[in-house]
């Protein structure tokens, strides 16, 4: 599975990397997906990026404060974050994904424990 790290506590206006890697195993030919769930609200997928790095997706008004990149040197997807918001505050994770200029498509993903992202003065 993949294993999320980076996240801690910023204020608002701050910036984050998150990482992403596989524990086990290659993610140079997998398109990866970042997503997040929210205190009381449902997981929604923020940004993906293809194995080739020529598709990435983002959630609308998202486009602009983040940016998904890889690097496959490091076998790592990472997400940066920046002016980040209070809303912004979340439970960040990663996955295999389809990842289409319209959206993200998965069937089952087994969830990984994720990185606390919280945006607080």
């Known amino acids: 599975h993949l294993v999320e790290s980076g996240g801690g506590q910023v204020q608002p206006g701050g910036s984050l990397r998150l990482s992403c890697t596989a524990s086990?195993?290659?993610?140079?030919?997998?398109?990866v997906g970042w997503f997040r769930q929210a205190p009381g609200k449902g997981r929604e997928g923020v940004a993906c990026i293809s194995s080739s790095k020529t598709t990435t997706y983002y959630a609308d008004s998202l486009e602009g404060r983040f940016s998904i990149f890889r690097d496959a040197t490091k076998n790592a997807v990472y997400l940066q974050i920046h002016v980040l918001q209070p809303e912004d505050t979340a439970v960040y994770y990663c996955?295999?994904?389809?990842?289409?200029?319209?959206?993200?498509?998965?069937?089952?993903?087994?969830w990984g424990q994720g990185t606390q992202v919280t945006v607080s003065s």
């Open positions: 996955a295999r994904v389809l990842c289409f200029p319209y959206g993200i498509g998965y069937e089952k993903i087994d």
């Open positions: 086990g195993g290659a993610l140079d030919e997998d398109a």
